[in-house]
């Protein structure tokens, strides 16, 4: 029975893990695209 | 000269053969025949196939410690230490970070819920193990076949179950062999007709900042997370970053090239000699390779699922093929994905839609792995 309970912890566990590292991808995908994109401006102004 | 030929043959290894090692070098022939008839994964089943030949021929000593009967020790002891200090896989990481193009994902990062909803499959067959009667070391390993990747499932059973090395690994690599066979019905079950139809839109580009920031704060999360994960995101995403930075494309080639080739030669051929007789030949090897099989398609049926509620939520703009996708085995899986959706709809390409979850599989099975020996070792 311990075995059940220590295997349901990990799964929870393992469930929420999942789910920080997903959103927090997600906010890491928009804020690279961000640092990405003021870059691009930046330079474009430079030259510009 | 009678009393000669009966030393002679006592000597040889045909005494100590029984019908146990017969089993298995039919086993290894069929891994084999598979690899060069079949061309199923042949750089991964040939040297396991002829790691289990070598494994079933009596009396080579080739896993013997040094000082058993006066000897220096075997080969295989000695090339083992690389699976047995769960070393050979993070360095096949390396190589598999080099050759990864992580585009896709950053592209479209909600595709990474997919990746994680495909791990489902571990824990499922984690219960089920301890159903059936293995203890919780053993029942994790044992799940861990459900992230269909390989370097991964060895180096957790490496860790917790080190007995099950062998079959575990065996397991991992047919499946991911077998995985055009064993996907595509789940997902044509799982699927509507109008669901399969989809077409996605192209996906943003990608600049080389993001790519190059990614690896970098990825292992920084996932590490400061999980630490027990370093070694394999650890070294995934050091081999991407070589792979990205631009400056260093010697270390990626060889990274992405000879390394993990070189390293693939022992890992295989040392998983294959794991596979005697002796240690392989009862009824819990066959429930272990049901176990996998149970993991795997629970795991492509979770990312389906997964795929058909992100499908819901878009209003029809994700195909939920690409879930199936998500249980790592790259990029086999992807091109599973392509397949079904081009024979629903011919205009249909959805590989690089598919590359998405695939490549977060194998972040989301290095995670979970990595909390498996957290809690378990």
């Known amino acids: 029975m311990d075995d059940y309970v220590l295997a349901l912890e990990i799964t929870v566990i393992a469930l929420v893990t999942l789910m920080i590292i997903s959103f927090f991808f997600i906010g890491l995908s928009r804020a690279l695209q961000w ?9 474009g102004e430079d030259s510009g | ?27 290894a022939g069929i891994l084999i025949y598979l690899a060069i008839k079949k061309r199923y994964e042949p750089l991964l089943l ?12 009596p009396g080579t000593g080739l896993w013997d410690d040094p000082g058993t009967n006066g000897g220096t020790g075997g080969l295989i002891y000695y090339i083992g230490q690389g699976v047995h200090l769960a070393i050979f896989p993070p360095i096949i990481f390396l190589g598999i970070g080099a050759l990864t193009d992580f585009s896709p994902l950053l592209a479209n990062p909600k595709t990474f819920f997919l990746g994680a909803a495909a791990q489902f499959g571990i824990f499922a067959a984690l219960f089920l193990a301890l159903a059936w009667g293995f203890g919780m070391n053993e029942a994790g390993s044992i799940g861990i076949i459900g992230g269909a990747d390989g370097p991964t499932a060895i180096y957790t059973s490496v860790l917790l179950a080190p007995h ?16 055009p066979i064993i996907q595509p019905p789940i997902m044509r079950l799982l699927t509507t007709k109008r669901e399969r139809v989809i077409v996605m839109e192209y996906p943003r580009e990608v600049s080389k900042m993001e790519l190059i920031l990614f690896p970098l704060v990825i292992t920084a999360l996932v590490v400061l997370l999980l630490p027990k994960a370093a070694p394999l995101i650890g070294m995934l995403m050091f081999g991407n970053l070589l792979r990205e930075c631009g400056v260093t494309e010697r270390l990626a080639v060889t990274a992405g090239g000879e390394l993990i080739n070189i390293v693939t030669i022992f890992l295989c051929v040392v998983v294959g000699a794991e596979m005697a007789a002796e240690q392989v030949l009862h009824f819990d090897t066959l429930k272990l390779l049901l ?20 499908c819901w939520l878009t209003k029809g703009k994700v195909n939920p093929l690409i879930g199936a996708a998500g249980v790592s085995a790259v990029p086999m899986a992807a091109r599973v994905v392509q397949v079904e959706g081009q024979k629903a709809n011919h ?15 194998v972040i989301g099975s290095a995670t979970v792995a990595g909390l498996l020996i957290a809690f378990l070792q």
């Open chain 2, 46 to 57: 040939l040297p396991i196939g002829f790691g289990i030949l070598l494994a079933n021929l």
């Open chain 2, 164 to 179: 099950l090395v062998g079959p575990i690994a065996i397991a991992a690599y047919s499946y991911m062999a077998l995985v």
């Open chain 2, 1 to 27: 000269v009678l009393e000669r030929i009966q030393e002679f043959f006592s000597s040889t290894g045909f005494a100590d053969l029984y019908w146990g090692h017969v089993v298995m070098l039919v086993v």
């Open chain 1, 35 to 43: 640092i990405a994109n003021m870059g691009k401006k930046d330079k």
């Open chain 2, 347 to 361: 205009q249909n390409y959805l590989l690089l839609h598919a590359m998405g979850p695939n490549v977060a599989g």
């Open chain 2, 291 to 310: 176990l996998g099989l149970f993991a795997f398609g629970f795991g492509t049926a979770s990312g389906v699922l997964m795929g058909k509620l992100m």
